[in-house]
Nanobody, 115 residues
Framework: QVQLVESGGGLVQAGGSLRLSCAAS????????MGWYRQAPGKQRESVAT???????NVADSVKGRFTISRDNAKHTLYLQMNSLKPEDTAVYYC?????????WGQGTQVTVSS
C-alpha cells in the first residue's frame, strides 16, 4: 500500500508561482512512475506532468515551459513547480503513483489563480 499526501496549494495572482509537494509513505520502494493531474470544475481530470522512476518527464502542452515536475526518491517526494500561473490553471491538483501494478491517488490540493 502507498499513501500520498499533497501540499502547497493555495490562492495566487495570475503570473505568480506555487510549488506543490506530494509525500509518499508505505511501500515506497515499489513506486515507479508518478505524476500530477488536475480537475477543474465541470471538467474531466487531465494529466499535467508525469515522471518515471529514472527521471524521464512528460509535460502537457498547456503547461509546457511554465511547470516543472521533479522527484526526490530518497525523500519519497514528488514536486510540481508552477510558474507564470494563469486563471485557467485553477483546479484541484492530484498526485498519482504506480506501485506493484496498482494506481494510487492523493486527496488533492486546491490551486486557485485570480486574474
Amino acid at each position: 500500500q502507498v499513501q500520498l499526501v499533497e501540499s502547497g496549494g493555495g490562492l495566487v495572482q495570475a503570473g505568480g508561482s506555487l510549488r506543490l509537494s506530494c509525500a509518499a509513505s508505505g511501500t515506497t520502494f515499489s513506486i515507479g512512475a508518478m505524476g500530477w493531474y488536475r480537475q477543474a470544475p465541470g471538467k474531466q481530470r487531465e494529466s499535467v506532468a508525469t515522471i518515471t522512476s529514472g527521471g524521464s518527464t512528460n509535460v502537457a502542452d498547456s503547461v509546457k515551459g511554465r511547470f516543472t515536475i521533479s522527484r526526490d526518491n530518497a525523500k519519497h517526494t514528488l514536486y510540481l513547480q508552477m510558474n507564470s500561473l494563469k486563471p485557467e490553471d485553477t483546479a484541484v491538483y492530484y498526485c498519482n503513483a504506480f506501485a506493484q501494478l496498482r494506481q494510487y491517488w492523493g486527496q488533492g490540493t486546491q490551486v486557485t489563480v485570480s486574474s
